[in-house]
Protein backbone atom coordinates (compact mmCIF):
# COMPACT_ATOMS: atom_id res chain seq x y z
CA UNK A 1 0.00 0.00 0.00
CA UNK A 2 1.11 3.29 -1.07
CA UNK A 3 -0.02 6.77 0.33
CA UNK A 4 1.27 9.89 -1.58
CA UNK A 5 0.92 13.10 0.84
CA UNK A 6 1.52 13.44 4.29
CA UNK A 7 -1.31 15.91 5.44
CA UNK A 8 -4.32 15.13 7.48
CA UNK A 9 -5.98 12.37 5.09
CA UNK A 10 -2.46 10.60 4.28
CA UNK A 11 -0.86 11.04 7.52
CA UNK A 12 -4.36 9.51 9.42
CA UNK A 13 -4.76 6.95 6.57
CA UNK A 14 -1.55 5.20 6.58
CA UNK A 15 -1.40 5.30 10.64
CA UNK A 16 -4.64 3.02 10.96
CA UNK A 17 -3.10 0.54 8.29
CA UNK A 18 0.33 0.33 10.06
CA UNK A 19 -1.36 -0.04 13.31
CA UNK A 20 -3.13 -3.11 11.61
CA UNK A 21 -0.31 -4.61 10.39
CA UNK A 22 -0.66 -3.82 7.11
CA UNK A 23 2.52 -2.87 5.12
CA UNK A 24 1.83 0.81 4.09
CA UNK A 25 4.54 3.48 2.45
CA UNK A 26 4.06 7.05 3.33
CA UNK A 27 5.66 9.38 0.57
CA UNK A 28 5.70 13.44 1.21
CA UNK A 29 7.31 15.71 -0.63
CA UNK A 30 8.04 18.49 2.47
CA UNK A 31 10.71 17.30 5.05
CA UNK A 32 8.66 19.46 7.69
CA UNK A 33 5.12 20.01 8.23
CA UNK A 34 5.58 23.47 10.19
CA UNK A 35 6.08 24.26 6.18
CA UNK A 36 2.81 24.16 5.25
CA UNK A 37 -0.01 26.65 6.54
CA UNK A 38 -3.06 23.99 7.24
CA UNK A 39 -6.15 24.65 8.99
CA UNK A 40 -6.24 24.17 12.93
CA UNK A 41 -10.43 24.19 13.67
CA UNK A 42 -11.23 20.94 15.12
CA UNK A 43 -15.12 20.92 14.69
CA UNK A 44 -17.34 18.05 16.21
CA UNK A 45 -16.66 15.79 13.33
CA UNK A 46 -13.10 16.07 13.60
CA UNK A 47 -12.75 15.08 16.79
CA UNK A 48 -15.43 12.48 16.66
CA UNK A 49 -13.15 10.87 13.78
CA UNK A 50 -9.74 11.30 15.94
CA UNK A 51 -11.56 9.90 18.83
CA UNK A 52 -12.56 6.49 16.49
CA UNK A 53 -9.15 6.21 15.42
CA UNK A 54 -8.30 5.71 19.35
CA UNK A 55 -6.30 9.02 18.67
CA UNK A 56 -7.77 10.93 22.20
CA UNK A 57 -4.98 10.60 24.22
CA UNK A 58 -2.73 12.04 21.74
CA UNK A 59 -4.85 15.22 20.91
CA UNK A 60 -5.29 15.46 24.75
CA UNK A 61 -1.55 16.09 24.83
CA UNK A 62 -1.21 18.80 22.10
CA UNK A 63 -1.70 22.22 22.82
CA UNK A 64 -5.04 23.42 22.18
CA UNK A 65 -7.66 26.28 22.82
CA UNK A 66 -11.51 25.52 22.81
CA UNK A 67 -13.68 28.16 21.21
CA UNK A 68 -16.09 29.73 23.58
CA UNK A 69 -18.31 30.87 20.94
CA UNK A 70 -18.48 32.48 17.44
CA UNK A 71 -19.88 36.42 17.42
CA UNK A 72 -20.83 38.72 14.28
CA UNK A 73 -20.22 42.20 13.85
CA UNK A 74 -21.93 44.52 11.28
CA UNK A 75 -20.55 48.00 10.51
CA UNK A 76 -18.73 47.65 14.11
CA UNK A 77 -22.25 46.68 15.45
CA UNK A 78 -22.85 43.53 17.19
CA UNK A 79 -25.30 41.17 15.11
CA UNK A 80 -25.19 37.87 17.15
CA UNK A 81 -23.49 35.76 19.16
CA UNK A 82 -23.57 31.67 19.76
CA UNK A 83 -22.14 30.51 22.78
CA UNK A 84 -20.35 26.95 21.92
CA UNK A 85 -20.58 24.04 22.34
CA UNK A 86 -24.00 24.37 20.69
CA UNK A 87 -25.16 21.04 21.70
CA UNK A 88 -22.23 18.76 20.73
CA UNK A 89 -20.55 16.61 22.95
CA UNK A 90 -17.54 19.16 23.02
CA UNK A 91 -16.80 22.52 21.18
CA UNK A 92 -14.74 23.38 18.24
CA UNK A 93 -11.38 23.50 19.31
CA UNK A 94 -7.79 24.89 17.75
CA UNK A 95 -5.07 22.73 17.62
CA UNK A 96 -1.40 22.57 16.25
CA UNK A 97 -2.08 20.67 13.17
CA UNK A 98 1.53 20.09 13.03
CA UNK A 99 1.90 19.07 16.13
CA UNK A 100 -1.19 16.25 15.54
CA UNK A 101 0.42 15.02 12.23
CA UNK A 102 3.79 14.79 13.74
CA UNK A 103 2.05 13.15 17.27
CA UNK A 104 -0.12 10.47 14.46
CA UNK A 105 3.80 9.77 12.52
CA UNK A 106 5.08 9.01 15.46
CA UNK A 107 2.74 6.24 16.22
CA UNK A 108 2.93 5.21 13.12
CA UNK A 109 7.11 4.59 12.50
CA UNK A 110 6.40 2.67 15.59
CA UNK A 111 4.32 -0.03 13.51
CA UNK A 112 7.10 -2.14 12.26
CA UNK A 113 5.16 -2.29 8.54
CA UNK A 114 5.34 1.49 8.33
CA UNK A 115 7.91 3.29 6.41
CA UNK A 116 8.38 6.84 5.48
CA UNK A 117 9.52 8.68 2.89
CA UNK A 118 9.53 12.57 3.57
CA UNK A 119 11.32 15.15 1.13
CA UNK A 120 10.12 12.54 -2.02
CA UNK A 121 7.78 13.82 -4.71
CA UNK A 122 5.92 11.84 -6.53
CA UNK A 123 6.14 12.66 -10.36
CA UNK A 124 3.62 10.13 -12.23
CA UNK A 125 1.65 7.55 -11.92
CA UNK A 126 2.56 3.86 -12.80
CA UNK A 127 -0.19 2.38 -15.09
CA UNK A 128 -0.30 -0.88 -16.32
CA UNK A 129 -0.65 -1.10 -20.19
CA UNK A 130 -4.17 -1.04 -21.06
CA UNK A 131 -4.37 -4.99 -22.58
CA UNK A 132 -2.99 -5.66 -19.05
CA UNK A 133 -5.53 -4.28 -17.24
CA UNK A 134 -7.76 -7.14 -14.90
CA UNK A 135 -11.42 -7.98 -16.18
CA UNK A 136 -13.59 -5.96 -14.51
CA UNK A 137 -14.57 -7.08 -10.75
CA UNK A 138 -17.68 -9.38 -9.87
CA UNK A 139 -19.29 -7.12 -7.48
CA UNK A 140 -20.79 -4.01 -7.45
CA UNK A 141 -18.45 -1.36 -8.57
CA UNK A 142 -21.11 0.40 -10.39
CA UNK A 143 -20.23 3.88 -11.78
CA UNK A 144 -16.45 3.22 -11.06
CA UNK A 145 -13.84 3.26 -14.21
CA UNK A 146 -13.53 -0.64 -13.71
CA UNK A 147 -12.46 -0.95 -17.09
CA UNK A 148 -9.24 1.53 -16.64
CA UNK A 149 -5.63 0.11 -17.00
CA UNK A 150 -4.86 -0.54 -13.57
CA UNK A 151 -2.42 2.09 -11.60
CA UNK A 152 0.41 -0.05 -9.97
CA UNK A 153 2.55 2.36 -8.35
CA UNK A 154 4.32 5.88 -8.41
CA UNK A 155 7.21 7.16 -9.83
CA UNK A 156 9.10 10.04 -7.74
CA UNK A 157 10.95 12.38 -9.06
CA UNK A 158 14.40 11.12 -8.86
CA UNK A 159 13.35 8.57 -11.25
CA UNK A 160 12.63 5.60 -8.71
CA UNK A 161 9.63 3.66 -8.80
CA UNK A 162 7.41 1.99 -6.10
CA UNK A 163 4.92 -0.32 -7.07
CA UNK A 164 1.65 -1.10 -4.74
CA UNK A 165 -1.56 -2.57 -4.90
CA UNK A 166 -2.87 0.44 -4.39
CA UNK A 167 -2.06 3.65 -4.40
CA UNK A 168 -4.08 6.43 -1.77
CA UNK A 169 -3.55 9.72 -3.05
CA UNK A 170 -3.87 11.89 -0.31
CA UNK A 171 -1.85 15.06 -2.33
CA UNK A 172 -4.38 18.46 -1.22
CA UNK A 173 -6.02 20.59 -3.42
CA UNK A 174 -3.40 20.69 -6.06
CA UNK A 175 -3.84 17.02 -6.67
CA UNK A 176 -1.43 15.93 -9.35
CA UNK A 177 -1.83 12.23 -9.18
CA UNK A 178 -6.29 12.78 -9.86
CA UNK A 179 -4.97 14.56 -12.73
CA UNK A 180 -2.66 11.67 -14.15
CA UNK A 181 -5.27 9.94 -13.35
CA UNK A 182 -8.19 11.19 -15.15
CA UNK A 183 -10.62 11.97 -12.48
CA UNK A 184 -12.35 15.11 -13.17
CA UNK A 185 -13.15 17.57 -10.49
CA UNK A 186 -15.96 20.08 -10.60
CA UNK A 187 -14.72 23.26 -9.26
CA UNK A 188 -17.33 26.00 -8.25
CA UNK A 189 -15.28 29.91 -9.59
CA UNK A 190 -16.16 31.56 -6.25
CA UNK A 191 -14.02 34.62 -7.34
CA UNK A 192 -12.40 35.15 -3.81
CA UNK A 193 -9.82 34.66 -1.99
CA UNK A 194 -8.64 34.80 1.57
CA UNK A 195 -5.33 36.67 3.04
CA UNK A 196 -4.30 35.02 6.41
CA UNK A 197 -2.40 37.29 8.14
CA UNK A 198 -0.37 35.63 11.49
CA UNK A 199 -0.17 38.25 14.57
CA UNK A 200 3.06 38.07 16.21
CA UNK A 201 3.03 37.19 20.49
CA UNK A 202 2.92 40.77 21.77
CA UNK A 203 0.31 41.81 19.07
CA UNK A 204 -1.66 38.54 19.60
CA UNK A 205 -1.18 39.27 24.04
CA UNK A 206 -3.30 42.55 23.47
CA UNK A 207 -5.87 41.03 21.38
CA UNK A 208 -6.56 37.88 23.39
CA UNK A 209 -8.83 39.75 26.20
CA UNK A 210 -10.83 41.45 23.48
CA UNK A 211 -11.19 38.03 21.68
CA UNK A 212 -12.23 35.79 24.70
CA UNK A 213 -11.94 32.86 23.14
CA UNK A 214 -14.10 33.95 20.31
CA UNK A 215 -14.10 33.06 16.53
CA UNK A 216 -15.20 36.90 15.10
CA UNK A 217 -16.44 37.37 12.13
CA UNK A 218 -16.60 41.51 11.34
CA UNK A 219 -18.44 42.81 8.30
CA UNK A 220 -17.32 46.53 7.11
CA UNK A 221 -17.78 48.66 3.98
CA UNK A 222 -14.93 47.51 2.26
CA UNK A 223 -14.92 43.36 3.16
CA UNK A 224 -15.25 40.97 6.00
CA UNK A 225 -12.73 39.68 8.05
CA UNK A 226 -12.52 37.10 10.39
CA UNK A 227 -10.00 36.75 13.88
CA UNK A 228 -9.27 34.38 16.42
CA UNK A 229 -6.91 33.03 18.97
CA UNK A 230 -4.49 29.91 17.98
CA UNK A 231 -3.72 26.95 19.86
CA UNK A 232 0.15 28.17 19.61
CA UNK A 233 -1.32 31.59 21.61
CA UNK A 234 -1.06 34.06 18.50
CA UNK A 235 -3.52 34.92 16.62
CA UNK A 236 -5.04 34.67 12.79
CA UNK A 237 -6.62 36.93 10.70
CA UNK A 238 -8.30 35.84 7.59
CA UNK A 239 -9.10 38.92 4.91
CA UNK A 240 -11.72 38.09 2.70
CA UNK A 241 -11.69 39.86 -0.86
CA UNK A 242 -12.05 39.28 -4.35
CA UNK A 243 -9.41 37.25 -6.12
CA UNK A 244 -6.45 38.89 -7.13
CA UNK A 245 -8.07 42.19 -5.97
CA UNK A 246 -5.93 45.75 -4.89
CA UNK A 247 -3.02 44.28 -7.13
CA UNK A 248 -0.87 41.21 -6.81
CA UNK A 249 -1.75 38.32 -8.81
CA UNK A 250 -2.63 35.04 -7.48
CA UNK A 251 0.63 33.55 -5.95
CA UNK A 252 1.92 29.78 -6.15
CA UNK A 253 0.70 26.40 -7.98
CA UNK A 254 -3.33 25.47 -8.78
CA UNK A 255 -4.97 26.36 -5.51
CA UNK A 256 -2.04 27.02 -4.12
CA UNK A 257 -1.96 29.36 -0.28
CA UNK A 258 1.51 30.45 -1.45
CA UNK A 259 1.96 33.76 -2.40
CA UNK A 260 2.27 37.32 -0.74
CA UNK A 261 -0.78 39.48 -0.64
CA UNK A 262 -1.06 42.69 -2.40
CA UNK A 263 0.75 45.58 -0.38
CA UNK A 264 -2.20 47.62 0.22
CA UNK A 265 -1.70 51.31 0.43
CA UNK A 266 -3.96 51.68 3.89
CA UNK A 267 -2.01 49.46 6.31
CA UNK A 268 -4.06 46.42 7.01
CA UNK A 269 -4.86 47.38 10.89
CA UNK A 270 -6.48 50.76 9.49
CA UNK A 271 -8.35 48.39 7.32
CA UNK A 272 -9.48 46.30 9.73
CA UNK A 273 -10.13 49.32 12.53
CA UNK A 274 -12.64 50.58 10.03
CA UNK A 275 -15.02 47.71 10.30
CA UNK A 276 -14.43 47.40 14.00
CA UNK A 277 -16.23 48.14 17.17
CA UNK A 278 -14.31 50.98 18.46
CA UNK A 279 -12.56 48.85 21.59
CA UNK A 280 -11.13 46.21 18.93
CA UNK A 281 -10.38 49.45 16.40
CA UNK A 282 -8.42 51.33 18.69
CA UNK A 283 -6.70 47.89 19.76
CA UNK A 284 -5.78 47.81 15.83
CA UNK A 285 -4.61 51.25 15.74
CA UNK A 286 -2.39 50.75 18.56
CA UNK A 287 -0.30 47.72 16.86
CA UNK A 288 2.78 48.24 15.52
CA UNK A 289 4.09 48.18 11.88
CA UNK A 290 6.13 45.14 12.15
CA UNK A 291 3.55 43.23 13.94
CA UNK A 292 2.25 41.81 10.81
CA UNK A 293 3.99 39.20 8.77
CA UNK A 294 2.85 39.45 4.86
CA UNK A 295 -0.03 37.35 4.19
CA UNK A 296 -1.06 34.17 2.52
CA UNK A 297 -2.93 34.18 -0.02
CA UNK A 298 -5.84 31.31 -0.51
CA UNK A 299 -7.95 31.04 -3.09
CA UNK A 300 -11.65 29.78 -2.39
CA UNK A 301 -11.79 27.32 -5.06
CA UNK A 302 -14.40 24.57 -3.96
CA UNK A 303 -14.61 21.36 -5.91
CA UNK A 304 -16.06 17.93 -5.65
CA UNK A 305 -14.60 14.98 -8.01
CA UNK A 306 -17.54 12.68 -9.03
CA UNK A 307 -14.97 10.29 -9.29
CA UNK A 308 -12.68 9.23 -6.32
CA UNK A 309 -11.05 5.89 -7.66
CA UNK A 310 -9.69 3.78 -10.72
CA UNK A 311 -8.22 0.43 -10.67
CA UNK A 312 -4.98 0.29 -8.27
CA UNK A 313 -6.29 4.16 -6.92
CA UNK A 314 -8.05 6.14 -4.46
CA UNK A 315 -8.72 9.89 -3.89
CA UNK A 316 -8.94 11.55 -0.54
CA UNK A 317 -8.99 14.73 1.32
CA UNK A 318 -8.65 17.78 -0.42
CA UNK A 319 -7.48 15.95 -3.47
CA UNK A 320 -11.04 14.78 -3.71
CA UNK A 321 -12.89 17.72 -2.62
CA UNK A 322 -11.18 21.05 -1.50
CA UNK A 323 -13.18 22.43 0.73
CA UNK A 324 -14.23 26.63 1.43
CA UNK A 325 -12.69 27.52 4.56
CA UNK A 326 -16.17 28.42 5.93
CA UNK A 327 -16.37 26.98 9.58
CA UNK A 328 -13.22 25.20 9.23
CA UNK A 329 -14.37 21.82 7.16
CA UNK A 330 -11.14 20.73 5.19
CA UNK A 331 -9.10 18.76 8.14
CA UNK A 332 -12.44 17.79 9.45
CA UNK A 333 -13.60 15.80 6.45
CA UNK A 334 -9.93 14.59 5.89
CA UNK A 335 -10.14 12.60 9.23
CA UNK A 336 -13.28 11.20 8.42
CA UNK A 337 -12.60 10.39 4.73
CA UNK A 338 -9.46 8.48 6.06
CA UNK A 339 -11.16 6.92 9.07
CA UNK A 340 -14.01 5.84 6.18
CA UNK A 341 -11.30 4.22 4.06
CA UNK A 342 -9.47 2.47 6.75
CA UNK A 343 -12.30 0.81 8.38
CA UNK A 344 -14.00 -0.35 4.32
CA UNK A 345 -10.21 -1.60 2.97
CA UNK A 346 -8.80 -3.03 6.73
CA UNK A 347 -10.89 -6.32 6.07
CA UNK A 348 -9.07 -6.94 2.95
CA UNK A 349 -5.83 -6.04 3.68
CA UNK A 350 -4.69 -7.30 7.33
CA UNK A 351 -2.38 -10.36 7.21
CA UNK A 352 -3.79 -13.57 7.35
CA UNK A 353 -2.66 -14.26 11.40
CA UNK A 354 -4.17 -10.63 12.47
CA UNK A 355 -7.70 -11.72 10.31
CA UNK A 356 -8.02 -15.15 11.63
CA UNK A 357 -7.16 -13.60 15.29
CA UNK A 358 -9.37 -10.63 14.61
CA UNK A 359 -12.12 -13.26 12.67
CA UNK A 360 -12.73 -14.26 16.78
CA UNK A 361 -14.34 -11.47 17.27
CA UNK A 362 -15.92 -9.99 14.08
CA UNK A 363 -17.23 -11.30 10.60
CA UNK A 364 -15.22 -8.86 8.57
CA UNK A 365 -12.47 -10.97 7.44
CA UNK A 366 -14.91 -14.03 6.44
CA UNK A 367 -17.15 -11.65 4.59
CA UNK A 368 -13.93 -9.78 3.09
CA UNK A 369 -12.36 -13.37 2.09
CA UNK A 370 -15.48 -15.13 1.16
CA UNK A 371 -13.90 -15.98 -2.20
CA UNK A 372 -10.83 -17.50 -1.26
CA UNK A 373 -8.96 -19.97 -2.51
CA UNK A 374 -9.19 -23.57 -1.48
CA UNK A 375 -5.74 -23.85 0.28
CA UNK A 376 -5.44 -20.40 1.82
CA UNK A 377 -7.70 -18.30 4.30
CA UNK A 378 -6.83 -14.96 1.41
CA UNK A 379 -8.49 -14.21 -2.10
CA UNK A 380 -5.88 -14.99 -5.19
CA UNK A 381 -4.46 -12.09 -6.24
CA UNK A 382 -6.67 -11.40 -8.74
CA UNK A 383 -9.15 -11.78 -7.08
CA UNK A 384 -7.96 -9.39 -4.36
CA UNK A 385 -7.67 -7.23 -6.77
CA UNK A 386 -11.14 -7.35 -8.03
CA UNK A 387 -12.28 -6.82 -3.72
CA UNK A 388 -10.03 -3.84 -3.46
CA UNK A 389 -11.60 -1.89 -6.31
CA UNK A 390 -14.92 -2.85 -5.27
CA UNK A 391 -14.16 -1.26 -1.83
CA UNK A 392 -13.02 1.58 -3.20
CA UNK A 393 -16.08 2.32 -4.78
CA UNK A 394 -17.97 1.75 -1.74
CA UNK A 395 -15.66 4.55 0.32
CA UNK A 396 -16.42 7.05 -2.44
CA UNK A 397 -20.12 6.22 -2.06
CA UNK A 398 -19.82 6.57 1.83
CA UNK A 399 -18.08 9.99 2.06
CA UNK A 400 -19.95 11.92 -0.75
CA UNK A 401 -23.18 12.73 0.45
CA UNK A 402 -21.53 14.25 4.01
CA UNK A 403 -18.97 15.93 1.75
CA UNK A 404 -22.08 17.21 -0.92
CA UNK A 405 -24.37 18.62 2.26
CA UNK A 406 -21.34 20.62 3.60
CA UNK A 407 -20.01 21.94 0.40
CA UNK A 408 -23.65 23.06 -0.35
CA UNK A 409 -24.04 24.70 2.94
CA UNK A 410 -21.04 26.24 2.95
CA UNK A 411 -22.18 27.55 -0.77
CA UNK A 412 -25.06 28.99 1.28
CA UNK A 413 -23.51 30.93 3.99
CA UNK A 414 -20.41 32.53 1.26
CA UNK A 415 -23.53 33.54 -0.57
CA UNK A 416 -25.32 35.22 2.41
CA UNK A 417 -22.05 36.79 3.17
CA UNK A 418 -21.58 37.95 -0.91
CA UNK A 419 -24.92 39.26 -0.97
CA UNK A 420 -24.33 41.46 2.34
CA UNK A 421 -20.89 42.28 0.55
CA UNK A 422 -22.61 43.59 -3.03
CA UNK A 423 -25.67 45.05 -1.35
CA UNK A 424 -24.73 48.45 0.50
CA UNK A 425 -28.26 49.38 1.40
CA UNK A 426 -29.10 45.72 2.66
CA UNK A 427 -25.71 45.96 5.38
CA UNK A 428 -26.94 49.49 6.14
CA UNK A 429 -30.32 48.65 6.84
CA UNK A 430 -29.12 45.48 8.67
CA UNK A 431 -26.95 47.74 11.03
CA UNK A 432 -29.65 49.83 11.77
CA UNK A 433 -31.68 47.66 13.20
CA UNK A 434 -28.91 45.24 14.52
CA UNK A 435 -31.64 44.72 17.41
CA UNK A 436 -34.01 43.24 15.77
CA UNK A 437 -32.44 41.82 12.46
CA UNK A 438 -29.22 39.98 15.13
CA UNK A 439 -31.76 37.33 16.37
CA UNK A 440 -33.40 36.60 13.20
CA UNK A 441 -29.73 36.10 11.04
CA UNK A 442 -28.71 33.99 14.33
CA UNK A 443 -31.81 31.91 13.62
CA UNK A 444 -31.20 31.76 9.92
CA UNK A 445 -26.92 30.90 10.38
CA UNK A 446 -27.96 28.36 13.22
CA UNK A 447 -29.90 26.34 11.01
CA UNK A 448 -26.68 25.02 9.13
CA UNK A 449 -24.54 24.35 12.36
CA UNK A 450 -25.88 20.80 12.99
CA UNK A 451 -24.38 19.58 10.03
CA UNK A 452 -21.57 21.71 9.49
CA UNK A 453 -20.11 20.67 13.00
CA UNK A 454 -21.03 17.13 13.47
CA UNK A 455 -21.61 16.45 9.90
CA UNK A 456 -23.63 13.20 8.79
CA UNK A 457 -23.61 10.08 11.10
CA UNK A 458 -20.78 7.98 10.65
CA UNK A 459 -20.98 4.68 8.54
CA UNK A 460 -20.96 1.94 10.89
CA UNK A 461 -17.72 0.23 10.85
CA UNK A 462 -18.45 -2.94 8.35
CA UNK A 463 -20.04 -5.74 10.63
C1 LIG B 1 -4.91 28.93 5.79
C2 LIG B 1 -5.77 27.73 5.87
C3 LIG B 1 -6.71 27.63 6.86
C4 LIG B 1 -7.50 26.52 6.94
N1 LIG B 1 -8.36 26.41 7.98
C5 LIG B 1 -8.98 25.25 8.20
C6 LIG B 1 -9.65 25.00 9.44
O1 LIG B 1 -9.67 25.83 10.36
N2 LIG B 1 -10.26 23.82 9.62
C7 LIG B 1 -10.27 22.87 8.63
O2 LIG B 1 -10.89 21.83 8.84
N3 LIG B 1 -9.59 23.06 7.47
C8 LIG B 1 -8.94 24.20 7.24
N4 LIG B 1 -8.18 24.36 6.12
C9 LIG B 1 -8.13 23.31 5.12
C10 LIG B 1 -7.27 22.14 5.56
O3 LIG B 1 -5.98 22.57 5.91
C11 LIG B 1 -7.19 21.15 4.41
O4 LIG B 1 -8.50 20.88 3.95
C12 LIG B 1 -6.55 19.85 4.86
O5 LIG B 1 -5.21 20.06 5.22
C13 LIG B 1 -6.63 18.82 3.73
O6 LIG B 1 -5.91 17.68 4.10
P1 LIG B 1 -5.29 16.73 3.00
O7 LIG B 1 -4.55 15.68 3.76
O8 LIG B 1 -6.32 16.32 2.04
O9 LIG B 1 -4.30 17.64 2.14
P2 LIG B 1 -3.05 18.54 2.58
O10 LIG B 1 -3.14 18.93 4.00
O11 LIG B 1 -2.99 19.62 1.57
O12 LIG B 1 -1.82 17.57 2.43
C14 LIG B 1 -1.35 17.17 1.16
C15 LIG B 1 0.08 16.71 1.33
O13 LIG B 1 0.51 16.12 0.11
C16 LIG B 1 1.85 16.54 -0.15
N5 LIG B 1 2.06 16.42 -1.59
C17 LIG B 1 1.47 17.16 -2.57
N6 LIG B 1 1.90 16.76 -3.77
C18 LIG B 1 2.78 15.74 -3.55
C19 LIG B 1 3.56 14.92 -4.41
N7 LIG B 1 3.52 15.07 -5.74
N8 LIG B 1 4.36 14.00 -3.86
C20 LIG B 1 4.41 13.82 -2.51
N9 LIG B 1 3.69 14.58 -1.65
C21 LIG B 1 2.88 15.52 -2.17
C22 LIG B 1 1.88 17.99 0.35
O14 LIG B 1 3.20 18.41 0.63
C23 LIG B 1 1.02 17.87 1.62
O15 LIG B 1 1.78 17.56 2.76
C24 LIG B 1 -7.37 25.49 5.98
C25 LIG B 1 -6.43 25.58 4.97
C26 LIG B 1 -5.62 26.69 4.92
C27 LIG B 1 -4.57 26.77 3.85
Redesign the pocket.
Known amino acids: MLV ?8 AFALLLARAGVPVQL ?4 RQ ?1 QR ?8 PS ?1 LEALQRMGLAPLLANLPQRQLAGWSFYLKGQPLFSVAEPMGSPAPCT ?1 ID ?1 AALLNGMLEQALACPSFSFLPG ?4 RLLIEPETAAPPPPAGPVGDSQAGDSRVKGVVL ?1 DGSELSADLVVA ?8 RRQAQLERQEEATGLE ?1 L ?1 FELDAAAAALLQPWLAQRFVTLIGEESSYALFGTAQGGVRV ?1 WLQQRGGEGGEQGGSEGS ?1 EGDGPSAATPWPERWARSSPPALAALWRSLPAASLRPP ?1 R ?1 AIRPGLAPGWERPGLLL ?4 AH ?2 S ?1 LR ?7 LR ?1 ALVAAEQLLPLLVPPAAASAASTSSSSNANANANASANGDRPAPDQQLHQLDAALVAVRRLRLPEISKVQALQRQELSRAELLRRLPILRRLLAATARWSGPLLARRWLAGQPTLRSGLPLPKRPA
Open positions: VGAGPAGTVESQHLLRGDGLMGLTKAVDECDGRGSRLVWGELFLGDGPMPAQGLNMAD
